[in-house]
């Protein structure tokens, strides 16, 4: 645990500089630019999509019962457009990831590994590929997961405690591979991962707590389809946000496991090596 507390400090230090909030720029802007133009052509479609389909299977009556049991009868107006946007909140989360995971990541291993680990040798054991790749089939899952629960979205409780691990989940599986693909070797990546999977894992769940802040701003009811333009630029940039900070631990708290993975025992990596 000390590992753990020791990469968040220093993670929290470094979030401050300069560098490293600049580097919310380039993912945000990308990320707006490509939903601004997919929200200005597709948003009204597929809410009169949703209409249809619940005026044709009885939607709304349906959902108008489940409310008014809770309490939430008035939802019903704008239950519609609700799930739209809630329906494109996880492609949102996933174009902020990818940029960061492209552009942002390369640019924290060099920044952490330039002042904090200049003796660590980088063998390249990843590829800019193999991060694609891996974003998209922990996104599918993610995606799954995401729909299933997507009924528990109005009962803010359960939304905040489901929503937050599979963010997290999908957090730590991209972000170890980000974070080492320049130094590590793919043995020494599995070897990492398997020794300090729950500390790793207890790192993604708190950054999925944290990623749950954004979701905040999607719970103003009528308020949130009005505003939609402005809450989901501000959503994003807010996911960027922790994105790079999750990314700063990561990278802090993997490059420690690494350096110790290699001064403690090499000869298990070789190892490792040989045998895949």
């Known amino acids: 645990m000390r590992l753990f507390a020791t990469s968040f400090g220093r993670a929290l230090l470094s979030q401050l500089h300069i560098r490293m909030l600049l580097l919310t720029v ?28 619940f005026v044709g299977h009885n939607g709304f009556g349906v959902a108008g019962s489940i409310l008014n049991w809770f309490n939430m009868g008035a939802l019903k107006t704008v239950i519609v457009p609700l799930i739209a946007m809630w329906a494109l ?23 952490v590994g330039s002042r904090h680990y200049p003796h660590l040798e980088q063998r390249h054991g990843g590829s800019w590929w193999g991060s694609i790749w891996t974003s ?17 979205a109005i009962f ?10 599979l963010w997290g989940w999908l957090t730590y599986r991209v972000m ?51 505003f939609f333009p402005i809450l989901a630029a501000g959503a994003i940039w807010l996911y960027v946000l922790v994105f ?12 420690e496991a690494l350096s110790k993975l290699r001064a403690g ?11 895949n």
């Open 89 to 111: 909140l996880p492609l949102m989360i996933l174009t902020a990831l990818v940029f960061v995971g492209l552009w942002a990541v390369p640019a924290i291993a060099r920044h």
């Open 156 to 165: 803010p409780p359960l939304a905040f405690v489901i929503h937050p691990v």
């Open 244 to 255: 790079v900070f999750t990314g700063l631990w990561f990278q802090y708290y993997c490059l």
């Open 136 to 152: 998209l089939w922990c996104f599918a899952v993610f995606v799954f997961a995401w729909i299933i629960t997507l009924p528990i």
């Open 176 to 226: 170890a591979y980000d974070t080492l693909a320049d130094y590590a070797t793919p043995a020494e990546r599995r070897a990492i991962l398997h020794e300090h999977r729950w500390p790793l894992l207890l790192v993604g769940a708190i950054a999925g707590t944290m990623g749950a802040a954004p979701t905040l701003l999607w719970l103003g009811g009528a308020l949130s389809v009005i």
């Open 265 to 275: 025992n090499p000869a298990a990596v070789d190892v490792l090596e040989i045998q």
């Open 26 to 53: 380039l993912p945000f802007a990308l990320s707006i630019l490509i939903w601004g133009i997919a929200l200005w052509w597709g948003l009204q479609p597929m809410i009169d999509w949703l209409q249809d389909y």
